[in-house]
């Protein structure tokens, strides 16, 4: 064997999982695509974020609370492990609401998704309540008022992504980019992965290949329903200090760069539209009017990795033991979670039941496909 | 309005296609960064057509004149003062221009976007006072600018050569040279027969060279430059022949050759080849200029650096495939050989094989402390261990270091990166890729993008 | 840093603009990159470092001439002709913008 976890995807859920799994003493070879796959890890928008995720899957939304908590230590020891920075804070986040419907339908959104949750940590705010948290921005006049959590938090994510690669190494670990996975193989006491620089054998595989993962644990029996949206991002110019906590859409990074975000399409590209640019840019405007003349610097775009009811799929192969697939939209939010939980149950080669509620088997997989 | 031809770029490439094309009756656009045409090489030319600058920036300058005057009767459309900052397939261009974003639609796009200098970083490059020669050159053009104090050049090339004749024959004060070339290889002799087909050129390199070391300190062999000062340049340091010199300094101008503008056929996912001995990727282009995507065309320095005459004969070659692609051309062959633009191009690009060989791309070893990225201060240290236990992959770097996301796009870092990818793999430095190049080509303001909705609800 | 050949000369300046406040003389032809130079200490800070910064290629690449003109900021100087009256102030850091 050549280790005792084979881990096909480098990107921020894999390498999650990967640190984790390190860190409990494990040998893992990380195995990454081609440089101009499709990369998530490096598109996404830095929301370590909780309110109104899983408005329709309550594990969801306890395993998103449970990362949430455990993001704070996560980041700590990560950065240490790496020996770089993570910058991460954790002082709430909003969601503008632009008109009375759109207020009432996040309250609702809100209630439904937290209320059978602990209730104190999400609020609805009117605008002068908005006004007293941000006092360095004039809000436009759309504004009605927002939704604010007080769990929600933000970081660098390449920075985390980039640490996490790091700290893999730091561990004992490897990772093996540009090395393509073409098949696995389910060999005696284990698996045989195939790659374009050859085979690499351990006793367990995690597939979080992303949108890739379907085509390399479906020929198995792993099913894995998925499906893509692009979401376009803007970023601007480095500005002074003005958003002290992140907002759905909106947010300051501590470099002072404004991240607007984000676009729901039906897309299978990267590409990026000026239709999206003008979209975004014209909500931006709406929120905080000043950003009007701020410079924008780059825009692009990601596919979301995105199963039927948009939680995660943590799943172990039924014929056979030992392959598990790991994939899910939100892996920075969940990146603490993966460490922590998720990569050291599938190293000990079991499920726990809390993680029961993310298999695939909860999908009827003939209509998905 | 739909145009026919859409040109980025008023210099010598530009220009002359659009003459040409408006000649034959197609309504063509041209798009300009700068306030005047002309290009960066006859930057300035109209307003320096009589005076004490006409005089010193020699014959070469003065020819501009004329096919600026003509482009300006021509009925081409001529938008000074304008930024392209996205392109979309059909043409689709944004442009921006006094803080007014608007788009226009073109059947034929032509970048004619010429050349930049390439950047060579050095420890202090971005102190105050460092410039690049080219920079001094167009300060000169434009508002008859010339350095003050203990000025220095450095670095290897025709142009600071000219650059130091030009300022001396206005009085201008120059300090001294320091000559990065190297001694001339045995590779730039072998390149001397074929330079003969531009006798002139040669001469006039030669005389500017002989003038010039009459007159200033000259050092040959230069290595390891450093800037240094608090807050601004006030000292240099180089090596030379095993012995370290430090002198004091108020302006230093560097230069080591320049490279072609490919920012937009880049992003526009163009084919592109790495040049070896040029040390920079160039568009793809058949022998008509066009790119690999139909309909995209490039012509002059932006399609690989030959120099103001060549770029010329390039737009006339151009022209005649652009019109033929609308319809207006004829027996393009024809007219080609009719024209004898293959003749008149070989003879302009008569010397860059040895300019070439004379002048190779900059190879010293980067030290760790160097400043690579200007937009977000990364080190040449910070990116070769970034690189380091992962893959020769620009865009892996970017998002590790931050390196090229600044406003520039990579403008200024691109090549230095993976100068330093292929460095500390050991692989071959064509065999790194470019950054990718993401939207907007220029940043404009979110008002500005906004503004379209209007224009997008209505189309 | 740079001074103009036609500076010394008898002819009056083409125009006048306002640089930080203070009436300036400039020339047709020039940019406001060009301003940046000749008058000391009105170049932009690195919003990364902090550390000042001039003028570098005139050619639109570097993004070092910055400036807030006619209370446009981040205008590139380099491309941008000077104009009587015009605006020209200093691009100090990451941009405050305003309230």
């Not at chain 1, 309550?58 to 998103?64: G, N, S, V």
């Not at chain 1, 390449?158 to 696995?184: E, K, M, N």
């Not at chain 2, 059909?90 to 200098?117: I, Y």
């Not at chain 2, 490059?125 to 104090?149: C, D, E, R, Y």
Request: net charge positive; charged share 20%; proline share 6%.
């Amino acid at each position: 064997m050549d280790a005792d976890i084979i881990i096909i995807g480098a990107g921020v859920v894999g390498a999650a999982l990967a640190y984790g799994i390190a860190k409990k003493g494990h040998k893992v070879i990380v195995l990454d695509g081609k440089d101009r796959d499709l990369r998530a890890a490096r598109a996404n928008f830095g929301l370590v974020w909780v309110q109104g995720k899983g408005s329709d899957t309550p594990a969801y939304t306890e395993l998103t609370l449970q990362s949430s908590d455990l993001w704070p230590t996560f980041r700590q020891e990560l950065a240490e492990a790496a020996g770089s920075r993570v910058d991460y804070s954790r002082r709430g986040g909003l969601a503008f609401c632009l008109s009375e419907a759109d207020y009432q339908a996040r309250e609702a959104l809100l209630e439904r998704t937290h209320n059978r949750q602990r209730q104190a940590y999400t609020e609805m705010l009117g605008r002068h309540a908005l006004e007293r948290m941000l006092p360095a921005v004039t809000l436009g006049n759309a504004v009605v008022g927002a939704s604010y959590c007080e769990l929600d938090g933000h970081t660098n994510p390449l920075q985390l992504y980039a640490a996490l690669l790091a700290a893999v190494s730091t561990l004992g670990s490897q990772v093996r980019f540009r090395t393509p996975v073409t098949a696995i193989k389910p060999m005696s006491g284990g698996f045989e992965v195939d790659t374009l620089q050859g085979g690499v054998r351990a006793r367990r595989v995690i597939v979080a290949a992303g949108l890739a993962t379907p085509g390399l644990t479906d020929p198995l029996g792993l099913v894995v329903p998925l499906y893509a949206e692009r979401g376009q991002i803007l970023v601007t110019e480095r500005l002074a200090p003005m958003l002290p906590l992140p907002a759905s859409g909106l947010r300051q990074t501590s470099e002072g760069t404004m991240m607007i975000g984000a676009t729901n399409e039906k897309a299978f590209d990267t590409g990026v539209t000026i239709q999206s640019a003008i979209k975004l840019a014209h909500r931006a405007q709406r929120i905080i009017p000043a950003l009007g003349s701020v410079r924008l610097v780059r825009q692009w775009s990601g596919l979301r990795v995105l199963s039927p009811d948009k939680a995660p799929i943590y799943a172990e192969s039924t014929r056979h033991a030992g392959l598990f697939a790991a994939v899910c939209h939100s892996g920075v939010t969940l990146a603490a979670a993966h460490a922590a939980i998720v990569g050291p149950a599938m190293a000990e080669g079991q499920l726990p039941q809390n993680l029961a509620a993310f298999s695939n088997g909860r999908f009827d997989v003939q209509k998905c496909a | 309005m739909t145009y026919d031809v859409l040109i980025v770029g008023a210099g010598p490439a530009g220009m002359s296609a659009a003459v040409q094309l408006s000649r034959l009756g197609l309504a063509v656009v041209v798009v300009d960064e700068q306030p005047a045409p002309g290009g960066q090489i006859w930057r300035g030319v109209e307003r320096n057509k009589s005076g004490p600058l006409s005089q010193a920036l020699g014959e070469d300058y003065r020819k501009g004149l004329s096919l600026v005057e003509t482009f300006r009767a021509s009925p081409a459309e001529y938008m000074p003062e304008t930024q392209v900052w996205h392109i979309e397939e059909g043409w689709s261009v944004f442009l921006t221009s006094g803080g007014r974003a608007r788009r226009v639609c073109a059947r034929v796009l032509l970048f004619a976007t010429g050349a930049q200098e390439r950047p060579v970083p050095f420890p202090g490059w971005t102190l105050p006072g460092v410039m690049t020669v080219g920079a001094a050159q167009i300060l000169l053009k434009s508002g008859g600018m010339l350095p003050q104090g203990r000025v220095w050049i450095a670095g290897a090339g025709p142009l600071p050569l000219l650059y130091a004749t030009q300022a001396l024959d206005l009085r201008g004060q120059l300090s001294g040279y320091l000559d990065t070339s190297g001694r001339p290889g045995l590779a730039a002799l072998q390149k001397l027969p074929g330079a003969w087909r531009d006798l002139a050129g040669l001469a006039k390199g030669a005389g500017w060279l002989r003038a010039l070391r009459r007159k200033i300190e000259f050092v040959r062999d230069v290595k390891d430059l450093r800037a240094e000062g608090e807050g601004r340049l006030q000292h240099i340091e180089w090596s030379t022949q095993g012995r370290r010199r430090r002198v004091e300094a108020d302006v230093l101008l560097v230069h080591q050759g320049v490279v072609p503008r490919i920012h937009e056929t880049l992003a526009l996912g163009c084919a592109h080849d790495w040049r070896a001995d040029q040390g920079y990727f160039a568009p793809r282009l058949d022998r008509w200029g066009e790119t690999s995507r139909p309909g995209l065309f490039v012509a002059g320095d932006a399609g690989g650096i030959g120099g103001w005459s060549a770029a010329m004969v390039s737009g006339e070659i151009v022209a005649l495939a652009i019109a033929a692609r609308l319809g207006k051309g004829g027996d393009v062959e024809e007219l080609r050989r009719q024209a004898r633009l293959d003749d008149r191009l070989a003879k302009a690009l008569a010397l860059r094989p040895l300019l070439d060989a004379l002048y190779p791309p900059p190879r010293e070893r980067l030290a760790d402390e160097t400043i690579v990225c200007r937009c977000e201060d990364v080190t040449a240290g910070t990116i070769r261990a970034a690189t380091r236990t992962s893959v020769p992959d620009p865009n892996a770097v970017k998002a590790a270091t931050r390196c090229g996301m600044g406003p520039c796009q990579g403008r200024q870092c691109g090549y230095t990166v993976q100068a330093l990818l292929a460095e500390v793999h050991g692989v071959p430095a064509g065999s790194v890729a470019f950054f990718n190049i993401r939207p907007p080509l220029k940043p404009i303001t979110l008002s500005e993008i906004a503004s379209l909705e209007d224009m997008e609800t209505a189309g | 840093m740079f001074k103009s050949v036609l500076e010394g000369s008898a002819a009056a300046p083409d125009m006048m603009v306002m640089v930080n406040g203070v009436e300036t003389p400039a020339w047709n032809g020039e940019t406001v990159a060009s301003i940046l130079l000749r008058v000391p200490n009105v170049g932009r800070t690195s919003p990364v470092s902090g550390k000042p910064r001039l003028p570098y290629c005139q050619m639109g690449v570097c993004f070092d001439c910055l400036a807030v003109v006619d209370g446009i900021a981040s205008t590139q100087g380099c491309l941008v002709a000077v104009r009587p009256g015009m605006r020209i102030d200093i691009q100090r850091g990451p941009r405050e913008i305003a309230r």
